[in-house]
């Protein structure tokens, strides 16, 4: 099977600071990809290099077959076909729930309006909040903002997700309900990357893990083996703590 | 109200404001749809076929020197005209000075410094005796022009520092939800980032543009009469000896209304444009 992200070498520096160290890493289309480590660990930074929402200072990352580097249209063009869910959602708080969805469609894709807003309430309904497409962000609960904003980014049609801590800002309470929409959108076939702390997501859907610590890529192991017989010594400590 | 305009064209300065008023009332009747060709009407089409108007020199009507223009309509052309172009100039030097390119970025910051840093006085007196000097000879541009293009640039930078705490005022969030959906930067701008930013600067912005109304009167300095100009040359008028007073409470009257209708319209809109965060 093809890749459709590839990191070669990737290396990047906040100042002095080196966050993320020698990353490779190949995705095919299709797999879901679970990242997880203790904070600070580079784990948010290596997503958000993904779509170019942190640059890198070395080595390639090829998306979809387009390296990313300085050249605007290209960042553009792949930054479409990459949909990003972020733990803060930022829904933008001057739209509806529906504009927020067709915005970029029609903007971006230049999709008619009719035809973007079908497509909004199609995915809308995908993720059971068809009910509250004309309410204001603010309106709404944690739960349904953050899955507002997953419809948001399915809107665009994209080839991959990536999730950057999508519940870490929940309600335990309404964990399940994003989750649950997640784990819909694996069974369809999305490529996924995840950066979380639900274990119990990971085991369900994760096709790899890759733990990662101090900005380097410790393990990276098929799901069941990667939970019941971890290689590193780090894995193993991590697990018992958050187990 | 006409201040030195000739009493024979009068008509001239009634008509175009009668325009004004007209179009402003029936947009309050129509559909929304229609409402957005009234609004480009008003700020594209009408501030040129106004001024043509009143200045005349063509389709027979004749010319009337800008010299002889004042009183309370030269207080609304010249408000206008700074807050119809201070704005889009001042949310242009905002981005400018957020721009990650360093030589827009220091442009702006050094066009916003300067003008922040002289007294409108300082501005006027040079547009109108300094600048010509630097002119060569032949050319020529008219002294009202002149002036509304300074006090268009020093609000300007006052407008820009405005707009830019609202863009500071922004989460980080925003910005990136907008680029994860592959927006550009203009698209990005003019979407998402300015609608919020500029909302939540309305309190600043409506600050700004009652000053700059109330600033209008520092044009005496240059020889333009605009309201509060003309009651001080009238006062020394033999038939109104010793009204002074009167007048002056007048012209004070006078903005007030103006400001206070501003700072309701100002008010409207926050209420109109809020959406629950």
């Known amino acids: 099977m093809g890749k459709i992200i590839e990191l070669k070498k990737v290396n990047k520096w906040f100042d002095k600071f080196q966050v993320l160290k020698d990353i490779d890493l190949e995705v095919a289309p299709q797999e879901k990809i679970v990242i997880c480590g203790p904070s600070g660990s580079g784990k948010s930074t290596l997503i958000r290099c993904i779509n170019r929402l942190e640059e890198h200072q070395e080595g390639n990352i090829i998306v979809d077959g387009t390296e990313l580097a300085e050249n605007t249209k290209n960042i553009e063009k792949i930054r479409a076909e990459v949909g990003m869910v972020f733990q803060q959602f930022n829904l933008f708080p001057h739209l509806s729930i529906l504009d927020n969805c067709t915005l970029a469609p029609i903007w971006v894709k230049k999709l008619p309006k009719k035809e973007a807003e079908e497509v909004a309430m199609k995915n809308l309904t995908r993720v059971q909040i068809d009910d509250q497409a004309l309410k204001f962000p603010g309106q709404l609960s944690g739960g349904q903002q953050q899955r507002a904003a997953i419809a948001r980014a399915l809107c665009m049609e994209p080839k991959i997700m990536l999730f950057d801590e999508p519940t870490s800002a929940l309600d335990p309470e309404m964990i399940k309900e994003v989750l649950d929409v997640m784990v819909d959108l694996a069974k369809g076939g999305m490529t996924m990357i995840v950066v979380t702390h639900e274990m119990g997501f990971a085991k369900e859907v994760a096709d790899y893990m890759i733990f990662m610590d101090e900005g380097k890529i410790v393990e990276r192991a098929k799901t069941k083996e990667f939970f019941e017989n971890p290689k590193s010594d780090r894995t193993k400590l991590f697990l018992s703590q958050i187990l | 109200?006409?201040?030195?305009?000739?009493?024979?064209?009068?008509?001239?300065?009634?008509?175009?404001?009668?325009?004004?008023?007209?179009?402003?009332?029936?947009?309050?009747?129509?559909?929304?749809?229609?409402?957005?060709?009234?609004?480009?009407?008003?700020?594209?089409?009408?501030?040129?076929?106004?001024?043509?108007?009143?200045?005349?020199?063509?389709?027979?009507?004749?010319?009337?020197?800008?010299?002889?223009?004042?009183?309370?309509?030269?207080?609304?052309?010249?408000?206008?005209?700074?807050?119809?172009?201070?704005?889009?100039?001042?949310?242009?030097?905002?981005?400018?000075?957020?721009?990650?390119?360093?030589?827009?970025?220091?442009?702006?910051?050094?066009?916003?410094?300067?003008?922040?840093?002289?007294?409108?006085?300082?501005?006027?007196?040079?547009?109108?005796?300094?600048?010509?000097?630097?002119?060569?000879?032949?050319?020529?541009?008219?002294?009202?022009?002149?002036?509304?293009?300074?006090?268009?640039?020093?609000?300007?930078?006052?407008?820009?520092?405005?707009?830019?705490?609202?863009?500071?005022?922004?989460?980080?969030?925003?910005?990136?939800?907008?680029?994860?959906?592959?927006?550009?930067?203009?698209?990005?701008?003019?979407?998402?980032?300015?609608?919020?930013?500029?909302?939540?600067?309305?309190?600043?912005?409506?600050?700004?543009?009652?000053?700059?109304?109330?600033?209008?009167?520092?044009?005496?300095?240059?020889?333009?009469?605009?309201?509060?100009?003309?009651?001080?040359?009238?006062?020394?008028?033999?038939?109104?000896?010793?009204?002074?007073?009167?007048?002056?409470?007048?012209?004070?009257?006078?903005?007030?209304?103006?400001?206070?209708?501003?700072?309701?319209?100002?008010?409207?809109?926050?209420?109109?444009?809020?959406t629950e965060r």
């Open chain 2, 1 to 274: 109200m006409y201040g030195l305009y000739p009493d024979t064209e009068q008509w001239r300065i009634n008509t175009a404001f009668l325009i004004l008023f007209a179009v402003v009332a029936v947009s309050f009747f129509v559909s929304e749809k229609l409402k957005k060709y009234f609004i480009l009407f008003l700020v594209f089409v009408f501030p040129f076929l106004g001024i043509k108007l009143i200045s005349g020199g063509s389709f027979g009507l004749e010319y009337v020197e800008s010299a002889a223009w004042g009183g309370l309509s030269l207080t609304f052309i010249i408000s206008a005209f700074a807050i119809l172009f201070c704005f889009p100039i001042g949310v242009i030097l905002a981005l400018g000075r957020r721009s990650s390119l360093p030589a827009i970025k220091y442009i702006s910051i050094g066009f916003i410094e300067l003008w922040r840093g002289v007294p409108l006085i300082t501005v006027l007196f040079m547009s109108a005796v300094m600048f010509p000097m630097f002119l060569p000879d032949g050319t020529f541009i008219d002294k009202l022009i002149r002036v509304l293009i300074a006090i268009t640039l020093f609000e300007a930078a006052y407008m820009a520092e405005v707009v830019r705490g609202g863009l500071q005022a922004l989460p980080k969030g925003q910005y990136e939800a907008a680029k994860s959906l592959g927006m550009g930067y203009w698209r990005m701008n003019a979407l998402i980032i300015l609608p919020q930013a500029l909302k939540l600067v309305i309190p600043g912005i409506a600050n700004t543009l009652l000053a700059l109304v109330k600033d209008t009167p520092l044009i005496f300095v240059v020889g333009l009469m605009e309201l509060a100009g003309m009651i001080g040359l009238a006062k020394t008028n033999p038939k109104w000896l010793g009204m002074a007073m009167e007048g002056y409470v007048f012209a004070g009257l006078v903005f007030w209304i103006i400001c206070y209708a501003m700072s309701r319209y100002s008010q409207n809109l926050e209420k109109k444009l809020s």
